[in-house]
């Protein structure tokens, strides 16, 4: 998935949980503070928490051949510049992306306008503003603004509501909530969380405002009067703001016990969710190194040699360490243990008097067995093996967009017609360039086959392939 995807709908979830907490569990309770925190824990969640990256280990054991016989190696393959339906399809996306981003930035722009045109215009160091441009007092950051009609009861009732707006700094939460709803434009969650941010700030201001004054009912009142047939601004914090009801009800309303705040801990588990959905696995291979041997070859041998002047030598694929113990008449016997493993090619040399004769049966080899050493090694019949990998492999798009790169080794078998079996990767990066690796060696034509002694056999051949990005 594109990053900024993956950031956005990571995002979103975290909003959703914190939001769906609230709504159910918290939003009927007058502890508002406790709410405000609890909801500026959600926004900052859901801004940080999709940077942080989880991981799964998982951890395996690779078995690797010692020593690997490395044959052939190709130049890196380069990405090419590919582009899917789906890339199209991404940058599309984004591309809308941006120009719906743009377009609510120029509109938050244009409601600051007039914000920002009175604070100009204001004169004084005192942070109240007589305004005729506005209907509806309101506050914007440290700033008040007040329409001049206000009766002398009804300033000193604003006042001190607003006054606590300023003073605890509720314009934070309102420009951080904003910043979110521009970020997730698309997404509903985000607007409806906004206005439960603003609507809990209003809830502060009203309770701490109807506790300490004594014009109780005139409070009452003036909240009716500016509830409705007033323009609001929505990057501002509104005396008139709506639910007027729900604002005296609040107001009004028996102080919540602290035990239900405990229900805000029912967003760990929503959290554990997210935190677990989106883990990514991260492998550990173990690596266990395995001596190469011969299923076809024992570990002991018995040859039968005539009497002859000569010195023989046995072209038979057994190994060095192989030695004569004794000797009784014509009879040479040979016992040794395979150290060297399956890529070393063995020499015997029996010393005696008559030409060697050897049991078909022991020095034949099978039809069926695989040399990684031989004398004549298998060809690629149209010309450079390098080249036709190189021409034939396309980088998969998946990998160029994770900028997954790095060197596969692959094994396979060259049968005795030359055709290609049992192709397997034998060192791993990712599994789209071990299968693009799979896929085209699956796809080339006949060798022309190894030959040991004369006669042609299957060989294995190993074959590194680097998949390497444009910087």
């Known amino acids: 998935m594109n990053p900024l995807f993956d950031y956005l709908l990571k995002s979103v979830l975290w909003l959703c949980s914190f939001y769906v907490v609230y709504h159910f569990l918290l939003r009927k309770e007058t502890f508002c503070k406790f709410n405000r925190f609890f909801l500026l824990t959600g926004i900052f969640a859901s801004l940080i928490m999709p940077l942080i990256v989880v991981y799964h280990t998982i951890y395996t054991t690779v078995s690797v051949e010692d020593p690997l016989p490395v044959i052939a190696t190709i130049p890196a393959i380069q990405a090419e510049p590919t582009m899917s339906f789906r890339e199209v399809i991404q940058n599309t996306a984004i591309l809308l992306y941006g120009v719906c981003l743009a377009y609510f930035i120029i509109r938050t722009a244009i409601n600051l306008t007039p914000i920002l045109k009175e604070i100009r215009k204001h004169q004084g160091n005192d942070a109240l503003i007589h305004s005729r441009t506005f209907s509806s007092p309101f506050s914007f950051g440290k700033y008040i603004f007040i329409p001049e009609s206000l009766s002398e009861q009804e300033r000193e009732l604003i006042l001190a509501h607003e006054y606590t707006h300023t003073n605890e700094l509720h314009y934070l939460d309102l420009w951080v909530t904003k910043a979110v709803c521009i970020l997730q434009f698309f997404n509903p969650i985000a607007w409806l969380y906004a206005k439960a941010v603003q609507e809990n700030c209003e809830f502060i201001a009203d309770h701490q405002t109807f506790r300490n004054t004594t014009l109780k009912d ?23 703001f709506p639910l007027i009801f729900k604002r005296i009800k609040i107001m009004k309303q028996k102080q919540s016990s602290k035990l239900a705040s405990l229900k805000s801990l029912m967003v760990v588990p929503l959290a554990g969710l997210i935190m677990v959905g989106f883990a990514q696995t991260k492998i550990v291979e173990t690596k266990t190194v395995v001596k190469q041997q011969k299923a076809s070859q024992p570990a002991a041998s018995k040859t039968k040699v005539k009497p002859s002047t000569t010195q023989s030598e046995s072209p038979s694929q057994q190994t060095d360490s192989q030695k004569a113990t ?44 695989v040399f990684t050493v031989v004398e004549e090694l298998p060809k690629f019949a149209d010309g450079p093996v390098q080249a036709f990998l190189a021409k034939n492999i396309r980088y998969p798009v998946e990998a160029q967009k994770n900028n997954i790169q790095g060197r596969v080794i692959c094994q396979f078998i060259v049968e005795t017609d030359g055709s290609i079996s049992s192709v397997q990767v034998i060192r791993s990066i990712d599994p789209l360039l071990d299968a693009e690796a799979c896929r085209v060696l699956y796809t080339m034509p006949k060798w022309i086959p190894g030959k040991q002694r004369g006669q042609i056999v299957r060989v294995k051949y190993t074959l590194p392939i680097t998949f390497k990005l444009n910087k």
Not at 221 to 231: A, D
Request: proline share 3%.
């Open 218 to 240: 005139e409070y009452l009142q003036l909240l009716i009067k500016y509830s409705v047939g007033h323009h609001l601004n929505p990057i501002a914090l509104h005396f008139s």
């Open 326 to 369: 004794n000797q009784k008449g014509n009879e040479t016997q040979q016992a040794g243990q395979d150290k060297k493993g399956a890529n070393s090619v063995d020499e015997v040399v029996v010393v005696g008097y008559g030409a060697p004769e050897t049991n078909d049966q022991q020095t034949s080899k099978r039809s069926d067995e």
